[in-house]
């Protein structure tokens, strides 16, 4: 539905509550809930700003088989590409499998982001398909392409279809961001 200034929407007691919470007064804290960035496909689900002003973003793309968290930089008017890691199921938990840190100044690109999330992905697969059980083949490189892809174009929809809110949930208790989104939907 497309709004404009003149648009009135029929007001429910739920949805006044919830846009309520949603758009706070002022002196009113503000929800922690993760808010879904469309030209990055992740959510947001924890900023920190320094007391010099400048402020990191973490944000999170979530999948049935690979969480991937980013941490971004905001220098003055330059955003900063600081950590990617990659985060696998592992029962009801989350664990860490790969880490990359950014150094120097790396400004934000989303092509080279998701570029270096295929290659940690591809690395840690071939590093540990013999462990498995496996070999390492063109299969391999294919199966991780399409998974890093996937998890990559999803959109606010997708991403929580399946377990993904499930996951998403984890991640916010595990993590400690998120708190009032982890128990609103409890």
């Known amino acids: 539905m497309k709004l404009n200034l003149h648009t009135t929407l029929p007001a429910t007691p739920t949805n006044t509550v919830t846009l309520t919470a949603i758009f706070p007064e002022y002196g009113v804290p503000a929800l922690d809930i993760p808010h879904f960035d469309a030209d990055k496909h992740m959510y947001i689900v924890d900023q920190h700003t320094a007391a010099s002003g400048n402020r990191s973003i973490m944000y999170v793309a979530v999948g049935r088989q690979l969480v991937v968290e980013f941490t971004m930089g905001l220098y003055h008017s330059w955003s900063l590409m600081n950590k990617v890691r990659l985060l696998i199921p592992d029962g009801k938990a989350l664990k860490v499998v790969k ?73 916010c208790r595990q993590m400690k961001v998120c708190k009032d989104f982890v128990t609103s939907i409890d």
């Open 99 to 171: 880490t990359y840190d950014w150094e120097g100044t790396t400004y934000l690109n989303v092509d080279t982001l998701h570029s270096k999330i295929a290659e940690l992905a591809t690395e840690y697969a071939m590093d540990n398909i013999g462990m498995a059980g496996g070999e390492v083949t063109e299969q391999v490189c294919e199966f991780v392409g399409t998974l890093v892809a996937d998890l990559l174009d999803q959109d606010v929809d997708s991403q929580l279809k399946d377990n993904g809110l499930e996951i998403l949930k984890a991640y």
